[in-house]
Structures are given as C-alpha cells and as structure tokens.
C-alpha cells in the first residue's frame, strides 16, 4: 500500500488513494495507525477521485471507528492531493461525511472554508484540572466537549479527560475533550484529548473550532480566535453567521500548516483487499 504521512499542526496521519469500505478503512487503519507496530499516526486518510478537484474523504481513528469531521486531516488531505497532482490548481473540493469542504492551499498553509451543523448544548459540570468546573457539549459532526481553564495542566492530561471524555450525559460514544485557556478574546492555548485515539494528540482541528463555536457563543472571545496547539502551532478559527436558508448550517473557517513528513509502502496488503 503506497502512502504518505501528513503532519497539521502536529495532528499527523497516513493517507492514500483506494477505493474501500468502510469495513476495508477500519481494518487497514487498525494495522497502519499504531505507533509502535504500523507508522505511527493519529488516523488514516482514504481518498478517491470524485471529479475534476473534487476528492472523497474517509476518517479513521487507529482504533477502527470512523468520524466525518476533521479539520486537520482536511487540510492534510488537501495539501497530499496537490503534492501528488490530483488537482490541478490551489483549490479543492473535499467530500466529507459531514459535508462538503473548501480547502485552499497557500504555500505552507492550508485554509478550509465550512459550511456545517453546530449546535452548543450546556453548560455541563464535570472534574477538571482545577476542580469542579463547567463546560460545553458541541456537536460539529462529532461530539467535543469544551472546557475552560485558567492555566493549562503541566502534565498529561488524560488521567483527567478520560473520565471526562465517557460521561454518561455523552451517550455510548463518549466525547472529545478539549481544554482551553484564552489569553484574550482574540487568542488562547488549547489541549484535546480524543476519542478514538484515546490520548492527547497535538492538534485537532474540529476541537479548534468547537472550541470557538463554544466560547464565541458564551460572549468570551471574538469571532475570530487563534488557539496555540500542543504541538507548538497555531490553528486560526473564525466563526460565521448561519447560512440563510440553509436549515441551520453555519459557516466557519480553519487555517493552519500542513507538511508532509515522507512518502512510503507499507509492505502487507491492506486486509480485506
């Protein structure tokens, strides 16, 4: 399976060219994803042509389990699909589960332009870094909770997102859980802990901008907000009215690096294939 590993942020996954189930995605993932038996990654990518720029888009977490939104892995996906001439100029169309996405790819940097369903639901008490505290539900095509903090936590962090993350009040699936101080209204630090992956990564894209539906919506920053991820880059979010006679979607825009790390073949066949 040839493949090329892509890094957002620090966010970093495997993407490639097939046509697959689901089914096909997810066992491919669970042998490619991990980090100490496949190339080591936070998802697996699985693109195909769809027309002229216009690609398809399957997310899969290392565990199996499929997602629809991913800012991260849109602006990877983006960024591969122009390195290896599937598109012709700077624009493409991506087809994700959660909808269509804009992706315009601008040297180093990769901006996406959202149309999507967000609804922020709370506020929601839980036991934070600092004690008990509240927070947001956000669903952005998956579910992220988001939580304020006065000082981020100096270590891991999953002792304290687990239990966050399956909160009984997130239904069976459970949560991403991001933690967010804002320095200004304009700019703060964030660090998620996703499911899926079931650790911290060092960015997540759709984490960013739940994060800025979230506070946006609770009169704490502006609609524009730059978020400092773990990986020591920064995800600019900015936050748009609802989409007249759209049925509810909202626009939102993610911008942000995306590199690729190397190019590679992974030497069994895809299982299923």
């Known amino acids: 399976m040839r493949f090329s590993k892509y890094s957002g942020a620090g966010n ?25 038996t496949g190339v080591g990654v936070d998802g697996l990518i699985v693109l195909r042509r769809a027309g002229r720029d216009r ?14 939104t991913c800012g991260n892995g849109s602006r990877c996906a983006a960024r591969f699909a122009l390195d290896q001439g599937l598109v012709e100029g700077p624009t493409v169309t991506l087809e994700t589960p959660s909808g269509e996405v804009e992706a315009s790819v601008q040297g180093g940097l ?4 959202y149309r999507i369903c967000v609804s922020v639901q709370g506020s929601y008490s839980v036991d934070g870094p ?71 990564t060092l960015a997540c894209g759709s984490g960013a901008m739940a994060s800025a539906f979230a506070l946006h919506s609770a009169g704490l920053c502006g609609p524009s907000l730059e978020l400092q991820v773990r990986g020591g880059d920064t995800l600019r979010v900015t936050v748009g009215d609802e989409v007249a006679g759209s049925g509810g979607l909202r626009e939102v825009g993610l911008g942000g690096p995306a590199v690729r790390v190397f190019d590679g073949i992974f030497p069994e066949p895809p299982p299923g294939s």
Do not use: M, Y
């Open 12 to 36: 970093d996954f495997v993407i490639t060219v097939a046509e697959w189930s689901e089914d096909q995605a997810s066992a491919v993932a669970r042998v490619v994803c991990p980090r100490s």
């Open 55 to 68: 690609l398809g888009v399957q997310f899969v977490n290392p565990d199996g389990s499929v997602f629809a």
């Open 110 to 113: 990769v901006e996406l332009s």
């Open 130 to 200: 600092e004690g008990e505290a509240s927070g947001w539900l956000v669903q952005i095509g998956l579910p992220h909770f988001v939580l304020p903090v006065k000082q981020q936590p100096t270590a891991a962090i999953e002792q304290i997102c687990g239990p966050i993350r399956h909160l009984e009040a997130f239904g069976r699936e459970g949560a991403n859980v991001n933690l967010v101080r804002l320095a200004d209204r304009r700019s703060g630090s964030i660090r998620t802990f996703e499911r899926g992956v079931e650790g911290e």
